[in-house]
């Protein structure tokens, strides 16, 4: 079967991660959900995105025999089986969200209804998939997560031993691909597996308490506390303190400073002693922006940081309050304490906000990605450019004409 990820409604929860990526491009545990399925699976995957604009970097693949699947659902036993089981021409749903079907037909399986309208047999079914249907989803589940993936990578991959310089416990928990360098750390994996993928470091003196990952050529600097579950993505830098989060990749949070319960998207930087909290003062759950309600959101969680979308920027001695939400593109500095909402690109922090003007945004995009030897190119720009057109409605001390 040719394997396509699809986007419904329910991925607009997960603004603003979604507004640039579709959801099966989300970061959890050590890879992404797209990566965990065509490793189950054993084959490559295109999609359907819910925004048309990012099939210019997501493109899509179709044939007379798809295998479409919610780009949201993690595999585990339960999908993988209704996966191998499934005839052509039916679909399974799950309180009225479409979790995956089997086609012929060139469609977009966005709902129940439509389905059924294309004349597919409905399979409703009621023990629950594992689906990420909001942000705080991702670092509530990143430990199992961790674990997860963890018998995948062991799959196909060979380990080599931390060095002795390193004080250890746990040691059979602990994971280094070839090139994977530490030296005179602390490596707890009593609590969780600790994995470092090949080109990442770890520098001397940094406390690291599993589950942790940390992706290909990823650096952990010299004194760093991180606990777990924390996930770094590919090409990232972190120090200070961290708990319970997750970098997709290319982001920096390189200095001192609190991060817990956090989603950083791709491409983001945190300046000197930001700190997010992750705790209100009053012990209360959190509540979140939900960008597609228009309101906050009850979390029913107590402990819930921050969610940033990319090429977010904060600068130094930035302070951002419990449950903070961060769109893309945006600037955010300056003394005290900011809304909990900071739309995509806007720039400035508690004493006020401006726009971004995409010009200046681009300007800075581009050196960013300079620095990491690649492009801020066409494909990017078309994405940024739609993010920023349609989120101008945040931005409300906007003139709109």
Not at 28 to 35: L, P, Q, T
Not at 163 to 187: D, P, W
Not at 375 to 387: C, G, R, S
Request: neutral net charge; glycine residues 8%; charged residues 20%.
């Amino acid at each position: 079967m040719n394997l396509v990820f699809f986007d419904d409604v329910h991925s607009e929860h997960l603004l603003p991660l979604t507004y640039t990526r579709p959801a099966c491009e989300l970061r959890v545990g050590m890879m992404s959900i797209k990566e965990k399925w065509e490793i189950d699976l054993g084959t490559s995957s295109s999609y359907q995105t819910f925004r048309s604009y990012l099939s210019v970097r997501y493109p899509s693949t179709l044939s007379n025999h798809n295998l479409f699947i919610n780009g949201a659902c993690i595999p585990d036993e339960l999908a993988l089986q209704h996966v191998q089981t499934l005839s052509n021409g039916y679909f399974v749903s799950q309180s009225g969200r479409v979790i995956m079907c089997k086609t012929d037909r060139e469609i977009l399986p966005t709902t129940p209804e439509s389905l059924r309208a294309f004349g597919l047999i409905e399979i409703n079914e009621t023990v629950q998939f594992r689906m990420i249907s909001y942000p705080e989803d991702l670092f509530v589940k990143n430990a199992e997560e961790i674990s997860a993936d963890l018998n995948r990578k062991k799959r196909n991959r060979n380990f080599i031993k931390a060095s002795t310089s390193n004080k250890m416990s746990a040691v059979e928990h602990i994971f280094l691909e070839e090139g994977a360098q530490v030296e005179h750390a602390y490596l707890n994996a009593s609590t969780g597996p600790i994995y470092l993928s090949a080109g990442s470091v770890v520098m001397e003196g940094a406390m690291i308490r599993g589950p942790f990952y940390l992706g290909p050529h990823s650096e952990v600097k010299m004194g760093s506390k991180i606990y777990g579950a924390t996930s770094i993505g590919p090409h990232c830098k972190v120090g200070g303190e961290i708990t319970n989060s997750i970098l997709f990749g290319h982001s920096n949070k390189g200095h001192e400073g609190f991060m817990g319960q956090a989603i950083i998207g791709q491409w983001c930087n945190w300046g000197a002693d930001t700190n997010n909290s992750n705790l209100k003062n009053n012990y209360e759950t959190v509540k979140l922006w939900d960008e597609h309600l228009g309101r906050f959101r009850q979390t029913d969680l107590q402990f819930a940081g921050l969610v940033m979308g990319d090429h977010a920027k904060t600068g130094i001695n930035t302070m951002l309050n419990t449950g903070t939400v961060i769109g893309v593109g945006a600037n955010i500095f300056g003394a005290g304490y900011p809304r909990n909402f900071l739309p995509s690109f806007c720039w400035g922090g508690a004493q006020g906000l401006e726009t971004f003007r995409f010009d200046k945004f681009s300007q800075t995009a581009a050196r960013v990605m300079e620095r990491r030897k690649l492009a801020f190119d066409k494909a990017e720009e078309v994405i940024m450019k739609a993010v920023f057109e349609e989120t101008s409605a945040q931005r409300t001390w906007e003139k709109k004409f």
